[in-house]
């Protein structure tokens, strides 16, 4: 009886069972939390230990931020408000929060930077995001020409006759070309600076004269705080990445003298403080130049900035390029490229996208040290909180100012950071 059972038992379902909801702890937040937040023991004490601290600091600076004051016009005032209360006085931000922009900018003209920093965004579209059309590239290529008209003032025609050193270096780069690259980029270089050096100036003159344009000019000791920050590292930024790629191939000739001067610019500027070098433009640099030469402070800064990015930058591309199989640069070889259109096509692009996280940290880097040109006189935001602090009406408040000063500063290196996420991802070939 129990043989006929087995037989007439199904031990396959010739049904499908009804689909049934996931766990709860298998979804959502609660997975998110298990997963990451208690996986195991010593998550779990790493966990308690950050909820404590996190709790402390809101009991503690809590209380201090929400009893802020807003409205007055001195750090008595704002005791005298609170009435033994404690609160922090961020009045001064208001008070003196475009100083802090701004430095000793004139108020009336605050629209010139504020413009000159719109048409950066606009500038800087086509080279961070695909989407925008190229033809914006020709006002990026004009900009730097545009700001500096708008920032600094004066004559219109002075940076129209330095932007015409470009044309003048590339015909004579046409012109040079049949005698060889290495000819032709020399001269491309030289005419340029010859250009800047004895026909832009008196060439600026002639059509000021001719058709006078121009803004009000405004001196560079006026120049200070975020204004002066942005300034100089989004300059160096720009300008550092391009000579680092330089250096970094110099660094990897196979000709002596190239590789001899690469190698000892890079460690020059690698073992020497940037202190040091904001010291020698302050002071020493005039001492190397023509009697009576006006060479603006601002300018001889970018100048030793971008040098010292570009050194490690430089560092920061050869280990890009060294990381490349040897594959690659035999498969330029094998379909004919030559060395610059193998760097162009092959290379460099893959060894740029190998060290975006490093040259994105270079570049952040050299946006938090230009608070390092304080030293030599320049009010950038320490400097002007220097000065705040400095007057009687305020003389003794430090938070307020430096946590507004160091949120700003977050707010530009976290987009940077994010933005290099966000490239890495885009570029990112080797799906899994």
């Known amino acids: 009886m129990s043989d006929t059972h087995a037989e007439t038992v199904a031990f396959v379902r010739d049904t499908m069972l009804p689909p049934e909801p996931p766990p709860v702890t298998e979804i959502g937040a609660v997975r998110w939390v298990r997963e990451n937040l208690f996986s195991g023991w010593l998550n779990v004490l790493l966990t308690l230990g950050a909820v404590y601290v996190i709790v402390w600091l809101l009991a503690h600076i809590g209380p ?14 704002c005791r005298q408000i609170l009435d033994g209360a404690t609160g922090a006085c961020f009045a001064v931000i208001r008070d003196r929060g475009q100083q802090l922009l701004y430095g000793f900018y004139p108020a009336n003209l605050y629209w010139r930077p504020n413009l000159a920093l719109l048409l950066m965004v606009v500038a800087l579209a086509p080279l961070l995001f695909p989407r925008v059309p190229r033809r914006v590239l020709w ?63 008196p060439l600026a003159g002639l059509l000021q004269s001719i058709v006078p344009l121009g803004l009000r000019p405004v001196r560079s000791d006026q120049f200070g705080g975020f204004m002066l920050s942005i300034i100089i590292g989004v300059t160096g930024i720009a300008l550092s990445l391009p000579l680092g790629i330089v250096l970094a191939l110099g660094r990897r000739s196979d000709m002596f003298l190239i590789k001899t001067l690469s ?96 040259i994105v940290n270079t570049f952040i880097g050299l946006f938090k040290d230009t608070t390092l040109v304080v030293f030599i006189g320049l009010l950038d935001p320490i400097g002007l909180s220097n000065s705040i602090r400095a007057d009687t009406n305020w003389n003794g408040i430090y938070w307020e100012l430096f946590i507004f000063i160091g949120l700003l500063f977050f707010i530009f290196c976290f987009g940077m950071s994010r933005y290099s996420q966000h490239l890495e991802r885009r570029l990112k070939t080797d799906h899994h």
């Open 64 to 77: 201090w931020l929400l009893n802020s004051v807003w409205n007055a016009g001195s750090l008595a005032e």
């Open 139 to 201: 006002f990026s290529a004009v900009y730097p020409a545009v700001a500096y008209w708008l920032l600094w003032g004066g004559s219109v025609w002075f940076p129209v006759s330095v932007l015409l050193g470009f044309p003048a270096g590339y015909l004579a780069w046409r012109v040079m070309r049949p005698a060889g690259a290495i000819l032709s980029g020399i001269v491309a270089v030289l005419v340029p600076l010859l250009w800047w050096a004895v026909v832009a100036g």
């Open 263 to 358: 190698v000892g610019f890079i460690e020059f500027i690698r073992g020497v403080p940037l202190i040091t070098l904001l010291f020698t433009a302050s002071l020493l640099l005039n001492y190397f130049l023509p009697p009576g030469t006006n060479f603006d402070i601002i300018l001889r800064v970018i100048i030793m900035v971008t040098l010292f990015a570009a050194a490690y930058m430089a560092e920061v591309i050869r280990g890009g390029l060294a990381a490349l199989p040897r594959g690659q640069y035999e498969a330029a070889d094998a379909l004919g490229l030559d060395y610059w259109k193998a760097q162009r096509l092959v290379i460099m692009p893959q060894a740029l996208k190998v060290s975006i996280p490093g």
